[in-house]
């Protein structure tokens, strides 16, 4: 069975500190999608950063940069120079093309 | 703002009412996807259309169907609404579902509640 398991429910990270939010899945797809959404107090989605199963080369998009261990099925987001605003539940999720599966989340604070 | 619109915003109705979540994709997108996030809990994926066909199903109770129009709005339908049923609908669009475009991007959703 697919499954996306985020472990950590909540997390806490001092202003200006790094956070890593951790990340497993389970497919016996070969191809396939893994990304991290941000869900703030608005309530709305909002694409962090995507990786492509077939790189080797893990994502990164500014502060935002991914460690994907692809015999591990680990794919988890590390925050840099974290941000209030970065505050939020942050949501991984995997996509194998017609099968889209969400993780519970990690609430995320920031401290300042 | 992603370029996806939901509407309503919220939605109040009773148990055994029947409802129905309207979206409108971004501009160019042929894929429409249907999520369902219970109060603090993850989403929970139930059907995705493509340029007007169904393509994907997930866990989408029976008491509910949808529909993506020639213009590709998609529309959601609840029906015999239970107090269960109480959640954030959220709709998502992209391209389509080839190998390069599987970003999804999200409406602002709607916030379903049955008393």
């Known amino acids: 069975a697919q499954t996306v398991t985020q472990s950590q429910p909540e997390m806490s990270v001092q202003e200006a500190e790094t956070v890593t939010l951790s990340c497993t899945y389970d497919t016996s797809e070969s191809d396939y999608y893994l990304f991290w959404y941000k869900q703030p107090p608005s309530r709305q989605m909002i694409l962090v950063i995507r990786q492509e199963a077939y790189k080797q080369q893990n994502a990164t998009e500014n502060r935002f940069s991914v460690n994907f261990q692809k015999a591990a099925k680990s794919f988890s987001l590390k925050i840099s120079d974290s941000q209030l605003g970065d505050a939020a539940m942050y949501f991984c999720?995997?996509?194998?093309?017609?099968?889209?599966?969400f993780g519970t989340g990690t609430r995320l604070k920031v401290l300042a | 703002d992603s370029g996806v619109t939901q509407t309503p915003k919220h939605l109040i109705t009773a148990t055994g009412q029947r409802v129905t979540l309207r979206c409108s994709p971004r501009s160019g997108d042929l894929s429409v996807y249907w999520y369902q996030q219970s109060l603090d809990q993850g989403l929970q994926f139930l059907i995705q259309y493509y340029n007007g066909e169904e393509r994907a199903k997930g866990n989408i109770l029976e008491r509910f169907s949808a529909q993506q129009f020639p213009d590709l709005h998609s529309e959601l339908n609840l029906s015999s609404l239970e107090l269960g049923d109480s959640a954030l609908y959220f709709c998502?669009?992209?391209?389509?579902?080839?190998?390069?475009?599987?970003?999804?991007?999200f409406g602002p959703g709607t916030r379903l509640t049955v008393t």
């Open positions: 998502a669009s992209s391209r389509d579902p080839g190998q390069n475009s599987y970003e999804q991007y």
């Open positions: 999720a995997l996509d194998m093309a017609y099968k889209y599966i």
